[in-house]
């Protein structure tokens, strides 16, 4: 468990880098966890793709497959890559602040 | 002279990524395709390259009139839990490929043809082997357009090379 500190104050990421509580996230801490995952600048379709995440994740209890994502935030799977090359579905979920899809797909 | 005995060391081995793999389908089931799949596709989301080479009965896979019709194999298959006999009984692969179809859309996992354009849009290549393909009879115009071209053995280890070979 790691504290980073970011405006408005410090939050708790686990062991893999997701973020401990949710409810702690905000667009600061986003562009953030992007920067030091290789993003230097989150454009409006990550942010995008980081809404419907969140969305998804506080209605469902789960955070969405690339599959959901492809089908459902708006934004298809080439593009999804390309936005999160090292993997999108992993990745928007550390910038969104939402617990690690667990699914295979 | 006895040396005394020490402790045998643990070295702990560095941890090390997979940056490449290569998935060889060489079977035609369902059961047999869908794993090759969800390797490549799982590579793919965690950043790795990920080359798929079907062979022999795999290009059942990628055929245009044949993907979307792949059957769980009931006889011959001891992981199914069913006498032979009853297996082979009309209507009964039918029903065991509905209910891991189901079971499989439960768990947010496509059906083959449109697993295939996922792969493809995730940036997975997906090869079909010249020589089955010369066996079979068939043609380029036979596969899903997903099918990035068909390659000799060699061409496609050419494209393999440096990463992790999964043979399914």
Redesign the interface.
Known sequence: MTTVEIAPGPVELDAEGFLVDPTQWTEELAREIAREHGIPELTDRHLQVVRFMRERFFASGASP????L?KESGV???EL?ELF??????LAARIAGVPKPR??? | MATALTEPVFVEAPRATIEKVAVIVSKGSLEGVYPAL?LA??A????IEANVFFTFFGLDAIRKDRAGKLKVATVGNPGMHLPTLLGALPGMSAFATRMMSRQMEK????PVPEFLE?LA???AKLYACQATVEMFGLTEADFVPHVEQVLTVGEFYDIAAGGEIIFT
């Open positions: 497959s690339v599959r959901a492809g298809p799977i080439k890559y090359p090292k993997g999108p579905a992993k699914g295979c797909i | 969800i596709n799982g793919r989301m965690e950043g768990l947010d996992i496509p996922l849009d995730s940036g």
